[in-house]
């Protein structure tokens, strides 16, 4: 029985240790991949912009251009919040920003995988290459 409780113990303390580290290494897998999204919606924003700079654009595309740019960069104001909120985050509120964070990327990418298909019916064209 003692030498079952010592390992318990031993291998609570090696849990303890290992737990900043652990923590630390998923912070910096979440804030990276929250950046990478963040650069994601800025080159997606920066074409929608060269889209708009062109005199020759059609009214209804100049609209449609005009909401995608407003839409990423509403985005990218909640992508920027989720990245400040994980820097700063504590032991007290580590599990909410990370739920919180994850949770904004995978509505992100949904989102925007619906707005491919949605170019793709509108043009019939399959531009993502995804099969539809």
């Known amino acids: 029985m003692n030498n079952k409780m010592q390992d318990i113990t031993s291998n609570a303390e090696k849990t303890t240790a290992d737990t900043p580290k ?6 910096q897998d ?12 800025d080159d997606k924003l920066g074409k929608e912009q060269e889209k708009l700079a062109d005199k020759k654009l059609k009214p209804s595309e100049r609209t449609d ?6 839409e990423l960069t509403k985005e990218k104001g ?3 919040s989720h990245i400040k909120a994980i820097e700063t985050s504590e032991d007290a509120n580590w599990n909410t920003n990370r739920d919180s964070a994850r949770a904004a990327m995978t509505d992100f990418k949904s989102w925007w995988a619906k707005q491919k298909e949605k170019m793709d019916r509108k043009t019939d064209a399959d531009n993502d290459h995804d099969g539809h």
């Open 22 to 27: 652990e923590w630390e290494k998923e912070r």
């Open 30 to 41: 979440i804030l990276g991949e929250l950046r990478d999204l963040r650069n994601d919606i």
């Open 65 to 70: 251009c005009e909401a995608m740019a407003a």
């Open 78 to 80: 909640v992508v920027e």
